[in-house]
């Protein structure tokens, strides 16, 4: 066993972190929320990066590497809050594996999609023209209306989603969708990571120089604890991400709970870690000029995204209740 | 990454699991421990001048994986395996050595750990035990320990002692071997919460130790003692091996007490084991992400407290969990055919939380050591241990 990064996944990490904050970061978050400016990368830039299509097949015009490798890179796109969001990407490459075309479509970017469900609005609706959904146990595919209301995290691309004239690209599809969620909550419990890593980071930093009664409010316990607590839970958030992308590459039977429990921890550890670091920062961490408010936000609304952590933890406890009798 | 047993796992966990169905269940402990040490795993990883086998840590995990898979009990002598072994290993002399660590390991003889006293838990450096040395270079020790789990059955331990009052007071200790047998110890056992009595006080009056029995050098105690406390840490949280209640085994039972409560309590029981259960498998996760480094020979870090931290909250949050599904039975120590397997379990966990270093503690060691956050303001810095206690 070795439960570890290969230097391959290293250097990949650092790469596409290059990339993403080139093209990303708080600021262009921020830009999206105040002025609707564009969520970047972009599309189009996602796409020319090559990595939304790692997942897809070579035949297909993708990268032909595994889910693990997409789960480093979401891992970086989660750092600087960067859209449209990998989640989309990687589900689509489960759901229209039997369709070489349409595979090819989303590894070239002729195809924009997003995968709709049924609960609300949909991730990455904005900019998309087609759209996967599970209609009486079949996959569908078609074009769709985009109605988008007012966005808690912009860099989300949510959109409400009237689905138009439709095809059935698989009859029967439940397993298949399910899939396309599991691996998809495993890239949004890693892009989770990312926020959470990154937020925490940005509470260190302040805590080290902020001084209160003559000493750095680091050194307070209060203070340090909270911190401690969420690297306590991005660690542990970390080895579920690894494992459930593990089981997606090589363990089928392990996902469902791997998936599920990395989509709990996930939910929980973003939102401590941002509640925790708006309290570390006073007055300044509630300002809008601050950024924290932008990891904030994606922590509220991931923590609905690909089902609730309710949903995550009774689905775990079910599952685990299942394997051991 | 890769969790599937490399072909040299796969065999040495076929070789584990064939002794261990083919050996039975355990009868008398130290019979056990010593039957297994001859078959070859026990202190897989040691060095084999010291008795061990020069394994790998996964070879060590995977025994115990295998121990617990088969519901087997720990070993009797773990505080001796765990800690005092490897404290040996790493500061004693080779006669020592050869005096001590196979016996250690076939449980011949019980190790224990004596370290904390009244005034010295959380603030180790503290302590007042005081061993004086006298003309013909031996040690006269004198004081109390507290909190000794295994005392009353042990044969040796490590003794964390004050030999210079007038230097700060991590710079005057040194540790030694004591034989517990030896005039003038005096061991009476503690009752702990959930009726049991594991740990001891240890009272030690003008108790001889020749100076052969040192480990390390003279003042230098507290560097042997961070070994064993670095040593504790790993094997409380460490290695993906679980603390308290396997989650697999609560999974079990409420499952099978589920169906006889409200709606609503099933709810909210799932929504606890849930949380539970995804604590403890990002603990034994994070515990195998810590083996893997460990087996490509880095040490292990101040991180490692992060595995005792969260793996005890987990293990607490399932076994309390676990009682609340036995209903009305939740109030009474024992369910109706005799079993307070439960109960036991929810009163065990909060010293856990404590032995090792507290909650609050290793927190501390974590943000000062993992993030870098300013160190706590401490009244006694600078002053000799004498000066602090005025
Ligand atoms: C089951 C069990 C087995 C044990 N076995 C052994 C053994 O074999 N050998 C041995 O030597 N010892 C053993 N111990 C002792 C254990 O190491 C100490 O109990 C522990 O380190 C705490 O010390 P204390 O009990 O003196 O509590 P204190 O140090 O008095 O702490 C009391 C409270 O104050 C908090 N506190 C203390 N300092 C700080 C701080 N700086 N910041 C914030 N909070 C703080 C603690 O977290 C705790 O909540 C055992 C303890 C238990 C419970």
Redesign the interface.
């Known amino acids: ?6 230097q391959e ?1 290293r250097d990949l990490a650092a790469a596409a972190g290059e990339f993403l904050a080139a093209a990303g970061g708080p600021a262009v978050a921020r830009a999206a929320l105040d002025g609707g400016a564009p969520v970047r990368p972009g599309r189009a830039e996602l796409v020319k990066s090559g990595y939304p299509a790692i997942t897809v097949p070579e035949s297909a015009g993708g990268g032909g590497g595994s889910v ?1 490798h997409l789960a480093v890179v979401a891992e970086q796109a989660g750092r600087v809050l960067a859209g449209p969001s990998l989640v989309t990407y990687a589900r689509a490459a489960v759901l229209l594996a039997d369709h070489p075309d349409r595979l090819a479509g989303l590894a070239d970017g002729s195809l924009a999609v997003a995968v709709a469900d049924d609960d609300g609005p949909v991730l990455d609706a904005a900019g998309a023209d087609t759209f996967l959904a599970l209609r009486d146990g079949d996959l569908v595919c078609g074009p769709g209306t985009v109605t988008v209301r007012d966005p808690i995290d912009a860099t989300r691309g949510l959109g409400d989603v009237a689905l138009g004239e439709t095809v059935v690209l698989a009859r029967d599809a439940e397993q298949l969708w399910r899939r396309g969620e599991r691996v998809g909550r495993t890239v949004l419990a890693s892009e989770g990571l990312g926020a959470a890593a990154r937020i925490l980071e940005i509470g ?1 930093e302040y ?2 120089e902020r001084r209160t009664f003559g ?2 409010i ?2 307070y ?1 209060a203070i ?2 909270m ?3 969420v ?2 839970a991005v ?6 991400v ?2 459930a992308a ?1 089981a997606a590459d ?2 089928p039977g392990e996902l469902p ?1 791997a998936a599920a ?1 990395a989509k ?2 996930a939910a929980t550890t973003l939102d401590q870690a941002a509640e925790a670091v708006i309290q570390v920062h006073g007055g300044i961490g509630f300002t809008w000029e601050h950024d924290a408010h932008l990891y904030w936000r994606r922590a509220k609304v991931d923590r609905f995204l690909l089902g609730d952590d ?1 949903a ?7 599952l ?6 | ?6 072909p040299d ?1 796969a065999a040495w966990r076929a070789s584990v699991r064939a002794y261990l169905e083919r050996c039975g269940p355990p009868g008398d402990p130290r019979a056990w421990q010593a039957a297994l040490y001859d078959a070859g795993f026990v202190g897989v990883t040691w060095p084999e001048s010291a008795g061990g086998r020069g394994g790998t840590p ?1 070879q060590q995990a995977i025994v115990d994986q295998e121990m617990s898979r088969l519901g087997l009990p720990a070993l009797i002598n773990l505080i001796g395996i765990g800690m005092c072994g490897p404290t040996v290993i790493m500061h004693g002399s080779e006669e020592q050595k050869q005096r001590y660590l196979k016996r250690l390991l076939r449980a011949d003889d019980l190790w224990c750990q004596l370290f904390s006293e009244p005034a010295a838990g959380s603030d180790l450096a503290a302590l007042r035990t005081r061993a004086v040395r006298g003309d013909d270079g031996d040690w006269r020790v004198s004081g109390q320990k507290v909190w000794t789990t295994l005392a009353h059955l042990a044969d040796y331990g490590i003794l964390l002692t004050r030999t210079d009052p007038d230097v700060p007071k991590h710079r005057g200790l040194t540790m030694f071997v004591v034989d517990l047998k030896a005039p003038g110890v005096t061991v009476r056992p503690l009752r702990q919460m959930n009726g049991e009595a594991h740990f001891n006080e240890v009272f030690f009056d003008d108790v001889p130790i020749p100076d052969a029995e040192r480990l390390g050098e003279v003042g230098d105690g507290w560097t042997v003692a961070l070994t064993t406390l670095m040593n504790e840490r790993l094997s409380l949280g460490g290695g993906g091996t679980a603390i308290g209640p396997k ?3 609560v ?2 039972h ?3 007490r ?1 169906g006889a409560l409200g709606a609503d309590r099933q ?1 909210l ?3 606890e ?3 539970g ?3 403890a ?3 034994r ?2 515990g ?2 810590q ?3 460990l ?1 490509r020979g880095e040490l292990p870090g101040p ?1 490692a407290s ?1 595995g005792k ?2 793996g005890t909250r987990s293990a607490r949050d399932l076994a309390d969990l676990a009682v609340r599904v036995l209903g009305g039975d939740a109030r009474v120590a024992t369910t109706p055919d005799g079993d307070g397997v439960w109960q036991n379990a929810q009163a065990v966990m909060p010293g856990m939380a404590i032995a090792g270093g507290s909650d ?1 503690v290793l ?2 060691i ?3 050591r ?8 401490r009244a006694d810095k600078g002053l000799t241990f004498r000066e602090s206690l005025r």
Not at chain 1, 312 to 318: G, I, K, P, T
Not at chain 2, 1 to 6: G, R, S, V, Y
Not at chain 2, 370 to 377: H, K, M, R, Y
């Open positions: 066993m070795n439960f570890d990064l290969d996944h693990l260190v805590a080290k000493r750095p680091g050194s316990q340090k604890h911190l401690v607590d690297y306590v660690e542990q958030l970390r080895s579920l690894w494992w593990w090589h363990a709970l429990a709990a921890a309710v995550a933890f009774d689905e775990v406890a079910r685990a209740m299942e394997a051991s009798s | 990454m890769d969790f599937d047993d490399t796992e996964m989650s697999e085994t999974a079990r409420v499952a099978a589920i709810a029981a799932r929504q084991l849930g949380r259960y995804v604590a498998l990002g603990a996760y994070t195998y992400r083996l893997s480094k087996s991180e992060a931290l969260s609050q927190r501390n974590i943000g000062e993992v993030l870098g956050l300013p160190a706590e303001p």
